[in-house]
Nanobody, 115 residues
Framework: QVTLVESGGGLVQAGGSLRLSCRTS????????VGWCRQAPGKQRELVGV???????TYGDSVKDRFTISGDFAKNTVYLQMNNLKPEDTGVYFC?????????WGQGTQVTVSS
C-alpha cells in the first residue's frame, strides 16, 4: 500500500516562507511526476504545481515565481518551497505522486498565513 506523509505546514506571517515535504513509501513503481494542490475553506481544490521526473514544472498563476517544487527521487520525497506567502495562500496542501500505474494523494497539511 502506498503511503504519502506530508509535513512542514504551520502558521507563518505574510511575507514569510515555509517548505513542505511529502515522503512516499510502499510503491513498487518509479515516480514519473509529482505535484501539489491546495484547498482553502469553502473553495475548490486548486492546482499549485506539477513537476515531471525530468524537472520540467508548471505552476498555477497565483503562485508562479513564489513557489518551487523539487524532488529527491532517490529518497521518494517531494518538496514545495513557498516564499513571500500571502494570506490567500492559506489552506490545506496536498501532495500527489504519480507512476505509470498509480496516482496517490497525501492526507494534507495545513498552512495558515496571517496578515
Amino acid at each position: 500500500q502506498v503511503t504519502l506523509v506530508e509535513s512542514g505546514g504551520g502558521l507563518v506571517q505574510a511575507g514569510g516562507s515555509l517548505r513542505l515535504s511529502c515522503r512516499t513509501s510502499g510503491s513498487r513503481f518509479s515516480i514519473i511526476a509529482v505535484g501539489w494542490c491546495r484547498q482553502a475553506p469553502g473553495k475548490q481544490r486548486e492546482l499549485v504545481g506539477v513537476m515531471s521526473r525530468s524537472g520540467s514544472a508548471t505552476y498555477g498563476d497565483s503562485v508562479k515565481d513564489r513557489f518551487t517544487i523539487s524532488g529527491d527521487f532517490a529518497k521518494n520525497t517531494v518538496y514545495l518551497q513557498m516564499n513571500n506567502l500571502k494570506p490567500e495562500d492559506t489552506g490545506v496542501y496536498f501532495c500527489n505522486v504519480r507512476t505509470l500505474h498509480t496516482d496517490d494523494w497525501g492526507q494534507g497539511t495545513q498552512v495558515t498565513v496571517s496578515s
